[in-house]
C-alpha cells in the first residue's frame, strides 16, 4: 500500500486544479469586472451568473470524481452513490438559485449565491484532490 502524497505530490495537484480553477472561473471574473465598471456593486450582488458558475463548477467536479472512481475497482458503491447524490443536489440547488435570480433578484438570494459560489470553489479542490488520489491509487 501506497503512503499518502508526500508535499511535492499535493503541491503539484493543488496546482493542477488552480489552473482548471482559473480557466473555469476567467470569463466570470471579467463577467464581474464589466458589471462593476457599468453599474453599482449591488448589480454584481443581483447576477444571476454566481449561480451559473457555482452549476458548472458542481458539474465538472462531479464528472471527474465519477471517472476517478469507475477507474478505482476498491470505491465502495454505496459511499459514491451518496457522493453522487449530494452533488447532484448542489447543481440542482444551484440551477433553483439562478431560476430565483433571473425571475425575482434580491440581495437575500444574491449573497446565498456567493456563499453556493463559494462553496463550489472550495468542493472543487477538496473533490478535486480527492479524485487525484484515487487515480494515483489506480495507476499502481
Not at 101 to 120: E, H, N, R, S
Request: net charge positive; glycine share 4%.
Amino acid at each position: 500500500m501506497k503512503s499518502p502524497p508526500s508535499y511535492k505530490e499535493r503541491k503539484s495537484m493543488l496546482a493542477e486544479l488552480s489552473s482548471e480553477y482559473v480557466f473555469i472561473v476567467t470569463p466570470f471574473v471579467f463577467l464581474v469586472a464589466i458589471k462593476l465598471y457599468a453599474y453599482s456593486w449591488p448589480e454584481i450582488i443581483l447576477a444571476p451568473d454566481w449561480s451559473l458558475v457555482s452549476c458548472i463548477i458542481f458539474g465538472q467536479i462531479s464528472v471527474r470524481m465519477s471517472r476517478s472512481a469507475i477507474k478505482y475497482q476498491h470505491a465502495d458503491s454505496r459511499q459514491f452513490g451518496l457522493y453522487s447524490a449530494k452533488r447532484f443536489f448542489l447543481v440542482a440547488v444551484s440551477l433553483l438559485f439562478y431560476f430565483g435570480m433571473v425571475a425575482q433578484p434580491t440581495l437575500y438570494l444574491g449573497w446565498c449565491q456567493i456563499g453556493l459560489f463559494t462553496l463550489a470553489s472550495f468542493f472543487h479542490f477538496k473533490d478535486g484532490l480527492t479524485a487525484r488520489i484515487l487515480e494515483e491509487k489506480t495507476n499502481q
